[in-house]
């Protein structure tokens, strides 16, 4: 089993740990067609479109 030859600093332990305290906000916006909110760059998986144009069919189920 390895074992590490010198202890690990106290800078370096936290410029490691410096991703765990971000906070993962997903950017949420509305559609401009239909209102709901839906994440950025994405299709709308309410109506079905993306950048004003209707890409996927939505079936009313």
Same mark, same amino acid.
């Given at each position: 089993? =390895?074992? !590490? ?6 800078? #370096?332990?936290?410029?490691?740990? %410096? ?10 916006? =509305?559609? !401009? ?6 994440? #950025?760059?994405?299709?709308?998986? %309410? ?15």
């Amino acid at each position: 089993m =390895a074992v !590490p030859k010198k202890r690990t600093s106290i800078m #370096r332990k936290n410029m490691r740990r %410096a991703h765990d305290f971000l906070v993962a906000t997903a950017a949420v916006e =509305a559609c !401009p067609n239909c209102g709901e909110l839906k994440l #950025r760059h994405r299709v709308c998986e %309410a109506c079905g479109s993306y950048r004003g144009r209707q890409v996927i069919e939505i079936r009313e189920d």
